[in-house]
């Protein structure tokens, strides 16, 4: 059974920092892409960043490039989301997101509040 499970959501100033982490199990995470999304109240869910299934490419939305970095470790089963210089419109919930043949799979979702 395919499970991912974010975490290191929370409440942050802007101009802050957070970092989220995915874990990943019931697949062979290191043959995969893996992506953040999030999707903000009332809004529709939006790519944040990818990263290819060795960490050798990286892709990220406009609206954070410069600021959010994107990484794995493949031996952890874990991909990972470091957001920098955090702002207000940066408040959603981020999920984690894999494109399996079968089908996509979602996380739960962890809350990020950019919040002063």
Do not use: H
Request: aromatic share 12%; charged share 15%; proline share 2%.
């Amino acid at each position: 059974q395919v499970q991912l499970v974010e975490s290191g959501g929370g409440l942050v100033q802007p101009g802050g920092s957070l970092k989220l982490s995915c874990a990943a199990s019931g697949f062979t995470f290191s043959f995969y892409a893996m992506k953040w999304y999030r999707q903000a109240p009332g809004k529709e869910r939006e790519l944040v960043a990818s990263v290819a299934w060795d960490g050798g490419t990286t892709n990220y939305a406009d609206s954070v490039k410069g600021r959010f970095t994107i990484s794995r470790d493949n031996a952890k089963k874990t991909v990972y989301l470091q957001m920098n210089s955090l702002k207000l419109e940066d408040t959603a919930v981020y999920f984690c997101n894999v494109g399996l043949v079968t089908g996509d799979s979602w996380g739960q979702g962890t809350q990020v509040t950019v919040s002063s």
